[in-house]
Every structure is written in structure tokens, then in C-alpha cells.
């Protein structure tokens, strides 16, 4: 699911830089706010992504999918707290 999200992303994200690039030239906008649209649409991805991995989309709607996303933080603090072991050690 992660990857239809990214796929989908970065479709939208190209789809919306052509467009503000074309349109704010023909408007006469600044380009510094081009490069904020840009900016905003890669700060935004990997967010897009961590939503996509948390959360699922269902017929029955938005469903947290929380077996693969909490067992993910679990493993990742169990070897925070083994890397932390390893440094009293040494």
C-alpha cells in the first residue's frame, strides 16, 4: 500500500510543480514562491508515506493499520534499547 501511496505522490507532486511553474509565469507571481510550492511538496512526501504506512484505506473507510505499524516501533525501541546497552558497556 506504501507504494501505490508514493506512486501516487509523486504523480501529484510533479502534476502540481508543472502546473504552478506555468501559471505563476503567466501571473506574474514571484519565484521564490514557486520554490515554496516545491519545498512544501518534498517536506510533504515523507509524510505522505508514514501516513501511508500507518493508515489504510478501506470500503469501510480510513482504518489504522496498526499490527504492522506498532510491531515496527516496537522492534525499533527494543534496538534502541540494545544499542543503548552496548554504549554502557564499551
Known amino acids: 500500500m506504501v507504494y501505490k501511496v508514493a506512486i501516487a505522490d509523486a504523480v501529484v507532486a510533479w502534476l502540481l510543480m508543472q502546473i504552478a511553474s506555468q501559471i505563476f509565469l503567466f501571473f506574474e507571481i ?47 525501541n527494543v534496538l534502541q534499547g540494545c544499542d543503548q546497552t552496548n554504549n554502557l558497556v564499551d
Do not use: D, Q, S
Open 30 to 76: 514571484p519565484n521564490w514562491a514557486v520554490r515554496l510550492v516545491v519545498l512544501l511538496l518534498i517536506i510533504g512526501f515523507p509524510v505522505a508515506l508514514i501516513l501511508g504506512w500507518a493508515f489504510e484505506l478501506a470500503p469501510e473507510g480510513i482504518k489504522r493499520n496498526a499490527k504492522n505499524f506498532f510491531a515496527e516501533l516496537k522492534r525499533r
